[in-house]
């Protein structure tokens, strides 16, 4: 299927690994120019360089923290205007509701809810002006359906559910629309280090905390970072104009509902 955004500019953070990696590289098969970003230059000038000469597509990477204004300040000075985001930033450390305190509670609320909130606010501008956008959150089952040790996550997460709900139909009218993707577990550097808190906590190997973990899951595995890429790249095609505000869970069914 042809998305029909060849040529547009996307700017996807957090991206040189796992699930961020996976929507730049949908994103990029799709003909989509990208600005990336991460903390660590080496593994994303290797993400940029694999993505620009497999899919002949500009990419401009940008090292920096997307957590911090400073770090903002210089991916948004480098993206210039953009025609889709995709927001992401790392999870916070696992714990026990007893563990946080004030500061681990604002620095989760910094990345995981006022940093995406921070880089809607600079971008929604042009794509309205422009008539067109498309934005995508990476979120988390948790938002869903709690993971008792991610309490951190659990609650930025919400916040900026929320503030997505109302904003995104406040722009829709402009040919913007903003949705979010939650995660289940999938198989990326993430998913290894919670599953190594579990096997640190059974005295087990990784391969068995890995097949106790996907049986759980009604798919019996874990996701990929190519097919929570897809999905990215649909809503951020012109086919997916009329979903807004939505919260697609991609978790292999480990959210039991009928609706
Ligand atoms: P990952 O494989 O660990 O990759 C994280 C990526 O984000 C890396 O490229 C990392 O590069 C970059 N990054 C982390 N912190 C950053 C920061 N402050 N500024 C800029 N870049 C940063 O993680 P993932 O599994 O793809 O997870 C992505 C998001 O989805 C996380 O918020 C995670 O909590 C959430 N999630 C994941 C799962 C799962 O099963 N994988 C499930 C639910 C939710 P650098 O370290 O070099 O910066």
């Given at each position: 299927m042809d998305l029909g955004i060849r040529g547009r500019r996307a700017l996807v953070t957090?991206?040189?690994?796992?699930l961020g990696r996976g929507c730049a590289e949908a994103l990029a098969a799709a003909g989509v120019d990208l600005i990336l970003n991460a903390r660590g230059p080496e593994a994303l000038t290797a993400t940029a360089d694999d993505l620009a000469t497999r899919h002949g597509v500009k990419i401009t990477a940008i090292a920096a923290d997307i957590t911090t204004e400073a770090g903002r300040a210089r991916v948004l000075d480098a993206a210039g205007p953009v025609d889709i985001l995709v927001t992401n930033a790392g999870g916070p450390p696992p714990g026990l509701w007893?563990?946080?305190d004030r500061e681990d509670f604002i620095r989760a609320l910094d990345a995981n809810m006022l940093t995406p909130i921070a880089l809607m606010k600079a971008t929604l501008p042009g794509m309205i002006n422009r008539g067109w956008g498309r934005v995508v959150n990476i979120t988390s089952q948790s938002v869903k359906s709690p993971i008792a040790q991610l309490g951190l996550s659990n609650a930025a997460r919400a916040g900026l559910t929320g503030y997505v709900g109302g904003t995104a139909r406040q722009v829709a009218p402009h040919g913007v629309t903003i949705n979010n993707l939650l995660p289940g577990i999938h198989a990326t550097d993430r998913a290894d280090a919670l599953d190594q808190g579990v096997v640190k906590a059974q005295s087990i190997t990784l391969d068995e905390a890995r097949a106790q973990r996907a049986a759980t899951i009604p798919a019996r595995r874990y996701g990929t970072a190519e097919e929570f890429g897809a999905t990215c790249a649909f809503l951020c095609?012109?086919?997916?104009?009329?979903?807004?505000g939505q919260n697609i869970l991609l978790d292999g069914g480990a959210f039991n509902a009928t609706l």
């Open positions: 957090a991206a040189s690994k796992g007893s563990d946080w095609s012109t086919h997916a104009g009329f979903i807004i």
